[in-house]
């Protein structure tokens, strides 16, 4: 079998100079997604060509939609299909069988889609993706109306959706979730009355703003207590938009991190998305006396983004808690890597999720940043990490979590020795050529 290992060095020398990182993995997913069910030729710029928003192009392809991808400069160009233009199985009631690999914003956003189809369908993924809840979004999809049930029984993918008729309904979530909200309001664009959704913090909210550009009927409101509502009217039609994708914080996340870390450095990353509710692992690395600078804010199609201008820093533990999670769900396991670095104690807690992501962040943070010397203690809903103390190399896993082996890649590089990351491969998921980058 090929090694699908790395070994990673302490960092001989500073990061300096000037990069970009990889479009933004969730607003590549939409931009697919609206532009398949829209009217006209959607156009997108800087799309994210890793495995997950791959998925998607998948998806629709085998949806009928005719979709024209230059891998090169990451140009797609979808040719929508309007709002009820997807196509089913061509045999009468078979259901068309649609992979998502490992893409959990491909599974929940598409079934909200699909729950307004006439023709029934089946989603599945790979082994890690059939084990990740899918009640979150069976539950408010039925409630719609939608026939929605797993397969096994077992409230994951696979998931068989037979056509409904859908209604809207004003639903609450439990937690603070894109991907549930997302799924809810896709299925309100097939529905016969208005449809919200009021979550106890506000999650990422692309799907509002681009369905808004897209011509959707959709509204947010934020109240004093944190909580946010988005309400979505029934749809005639969606009208293509052309996209230019910013880069993804969430990637560009590890080289925030490799900067503060690494003495010396002294790195301008270019382009990167910071829409607020995605930029919470900057406010945290500040927080933790990390010296970023913001230069250059614009905005394209709703979306802010900016330079980032990152300096070597020294770092303390803080608690990272409250309504700031969901804005850095993604981060976590970086945060993580770069509290068990900062002087102090840190908390991450309110971040039960971590458990339902790639792997169980909580468990997979823990063992890593264990293996590698740190004082660091597993809780119910995040952990607590007593940095400070020199890491050393280990023999890490990413247990095929993308996120894990980009986190871990940094640890090492601020670690004493040297450390081999097992499965290393799976940062194609959401950043193809992520090594490289890196060397
Ligand atoms: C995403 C939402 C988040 C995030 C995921 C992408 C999205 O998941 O972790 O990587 O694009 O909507 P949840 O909605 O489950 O928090």
Redesign the pocket.
């Known amino acids: 079998m090929r090694d699908n290992s790395r070994i990673i060095r302490p960092a001989g020398r500073p990061f300096n100079g000037e990069i970009t990182v990889p479009g933004d ?2 607003i590549s ?1 939409r931009a697919v997604m609206f532009g398949a069910i829209a009217k006209g030729t959607t156009r997108i710029r800087n799309f994210l060509m890793g495995a997950d928003c791959l998925s998607t192009i998948d998806c629709f392809r085998r949806l009928g939609v005719q979709i024209d991808v230059e891998a090169a400069p990451g140009q797609v160009t979808v040719h929508g299909r309007g709002l009820r233009g997807l196509k089913g199985q061509q045999e009468p009631a078979a259901s068309i069988v649609l992979d998502t690999g490992n893409s ?2 491909t599974t929940r ?1 598409v079934s909200g889609i699909l729950a307004g189809q006439d023709f029934p369908s089946l989603l599945s993924g790979d082994a890690s993706l059939n084990t990740r809840p899918m009640k979150r979004i069976m539950e408010p999809l039925s409630q719609m109306g939608a026939r929605i049930r797993s397969v096994k029984g077992n409230g994951c993918a696979p998931l068989a959706i037979e056509p409904g008729q859908l209604h809207g309904i004003q639903y609450t979530t439990k937690v ?5 909200k ?1 799924s809810i309001l896709l299925a309100g664009l097939y529905a016969d009355s208005s449809t919200s959704v009021t979550e106890p913090a506000l ?2 909210n ?1 799907t509002e703003l681009m369905l808004k550009g897209f011509g959707a009927d959709v509204s947010s409101i934020i109240k004093e207590d944190g909580t946010a509502t988005a309400s979505i009217a029934p749809c005639r039609e969606l009208y293509a938009q052309d996209i230019i994708v910013p880069g993804d914080i969430s990637s560009a996340a590890y080289f925030i991190a490799a900067a503060l870390l690494v003495p010396g450095s002294s790195l301008l990353i270019k382009n990167v998305g910071i829409n607020p509710t995605r930029a919470g692992f900057l406010s945290v690395c500040r927080s933790m006396g990390g010296d970023i600078t913001i230069l250059s804010e614009r905005q394209a199609g709703g979306e802010p983004s900016a330079d980032l201008l990152v300096k070597h820093s020294s770092l303390h533990g803080i608690t990272i808690e409250g309504s700031l999670i ?1 804005t850095l ?2 981060e976590l396991p970086m945060a993580a890597v770069l509290a068990a670095f900062a002087d102090g104690t840190t908390v991450i807690r309110d971040a039960a ?1 971590l458990k339902v ?1 790639e792997s169980d962040r909580i468990a997979t943070v823990t063992a890593n940043l264990r293996a590698m010397g740190c004082d660091v203690t597993p809780t119910d809903d995040g952990m607590i990490i007593r940095g400070g103390s020199p890491l050393h190399g280990a023999v890490l896993d990413s247990y095929l979590d993308h996120r894990i082996a980009m986190s871990f890649a940094v640890a090492g590089l601020a670690a004493d020795g040297e450390t081999r990351i097992r499965n290393a491969n799976c940062v194609d998921i959401s950043f193809p050529g992520f090594y490289d980058y890196f060397n």
């Open positions: 993995k969730s997913h959990g914003t956003l603070a979730s894109a991907q549930v997302s999650s990422r692309h969901p769900i993604d999720e992501k």
